[in-house]
């Protein structure tokens, strides 16, 4: 079991938590924030980011889907480029913040794009990044993984850097209210497939790891009986459940499926 380990991603977890990102990124800096279709406009969580913004010199784009594309994406990228970005805001779910490592990453590069998930270009810088999670599911939120697709080749690719870890997730568990029931389905089944990802391989003698993955498991089996009894505690524990079930802890040492 030779591993080694770091998150250095800081999390603030809980109710009115959007609040805190006005200490999270530097007043001097210049903010790209990056979102999907909307919904955020609808659920009151842009006005909570633009609020907790107020003062600072931001700017927004919007569109980033499920599986985003890099023809979308580098829009977002020329955007940093011609407005000197200094810090990319993700306010969604995996996808964007996804996304939002893409464009980190890509803005800080002179060739192109879908040369980082093809592996011709290793990522060793980016532009720092930070995300106000809306859907509980991959991690992507404290992890350095990021998977993309381009729409014109039907590629999707995955690239990992250290450069790309979120600076920080917030982490309100009431943003999970006015989501579609089928979506806290999905962000429930990723996290159980990504622990078992980490545990049904081979026997290694971790027990911390293996432990820690089998109280997750046992967590979200609970919250899976009780999915028509959603309450705060319900929504907190499965927020937190897919967080740790990809932040690199259980998978430290251990054989990996994917």
Same mark, same amino acid.
């Given at each position: 079991? %030779?591993?080694?380990? /770091?998150?250095?991603?800081?999390?603030?977890?809980?109710? #009115?938590?959007? $609040?805190?990102?006005?200490?999270?990124?530097?007043?001097?800096?210049?903010?790209?924030?990056?979102?999907?279709?909307?919904?955020?406009? %609808?659920? &009151? /969580?842009?006005?909570?980011? $633009?609020?907790?913004?107020?003062?600072?010199?931001?700017?927004?784009?919007?569109?980033?889907?499920?599986?985003?594309?890099?023809?979308?994406?580098?829009?977002?990228?020329?955007?940093?480029?011609?407005?000197?970005?200094?810090?990319?805001?993700?306010?969604?779910?995996?996808?964007?913040?996804? &996304?939002?490592?893409?464009?980190?990453?890509?803005?800080?590069?002179?060739?192109?794009?879908?040369?980082?998930?093809?592996?011709? +270009?290793? /990522?060793?810088?980016?532009?720092?990044?930070?995300?106000?999670?809306?859907?509980?599911?991959?991690?992507?939120?404290?992890?350095?993984?990021?998977?993309?697709?381009?729409?014109?080749?039907?590629?999707?690719?995955?690239?990992?850097?250290?450069?790309?870890?979120? %600076?920080?997730?917030?982490?309100?568990?009431?943003?999970?209210?006015?989501?579609?029931?089928?979506?806290?389905?999905? &962000?429930?089944?990723?996290?159980?497939? +990504?622990?078992?990802?980490?545990?049904?391989?081979?026997?290694?003698?971790?027990?911390?790891?293996?432990?820690?993955?089998?109280?997750?498991?046992?967590?979200?089996?609970?919250?899976?009986?009780?999915?028509?009894? #959603?309450?705060? $505690?319900?929504?907190?524990?499965?927020?937190?459940? $897919?967080?740790?079930?990809?932040? @690199?802890?259980? &998978?430290? @040492? /251990?054989?990996?499926d994917w």
């Open positions: 079991m %030779k591993f080694s380990y /770091v998150n250095p991603t800081l999390i603030q977890f809980g109710q #009115q938590q959007i $609040a805190s990102l006005t200490d999270l990124i530097a007043k001097d800096q210049k903010v790209l924030v990056v979102y999907g279709g909307g919904s955020i406009k %609808k659920n &009151g /969580v842009y006005d909570q980011v $633009a609020a907790a913004l107020e003062g600072f010199d931001w700017v927004e784009f919007s569109g980033v889907g499920a599986n985003p594309t890099i023809e979308v994406l580098d829009q977002a990228v020329k955007i940093c480029k011609e407005q000197d970005i200094d810090f990319v805001l993700g306010v969604g779910g995996g996808s964007v913040i996804d &996304g939002v490592k893409y464009i980190a990453a890509s803005a800080v590069y002179d060739g192109e794009g879908w040369d980082i998930p093809t592996g011709k +270009h290793k /990522v060793t810088s980016a532009l720092p990044i930070g995300a106000v999670l809306t859907l509980p599911a991959t991690g992507s939120e404290s992890n350095q993984g990021s998977v993309v697709s381009k729409a014109a080749t039907k590629e999707k690719l995955p690239f990992m850097s250290p450069a790309v870890q979120p %600076k920080f997730a917030i982490m309100d568990p009431d943003v999970m209210k006015t989501l579609p029931q089928r979506q806290l389905v999905n &962000g429930l089944v990723d996290a159980w497939v +990504h622990t078992c990802e980490q545990y049904l391989t081979f026997p290694e003698g971790a027990l911390v790891q293996d432990g820690y993955a089998e109280a997750l498991l046992k967590a979200l089996k609970v919250l899976g009986d009780n999915f028509e009894n #959603q309450d705060d $505690a319900w929504r907190a524990n499965l927020m937190w459940s $897919a967080n740790q079930a990809l932040n @690199g802890l259980i &998978g430290s @040492g /251990v054989s990996q």
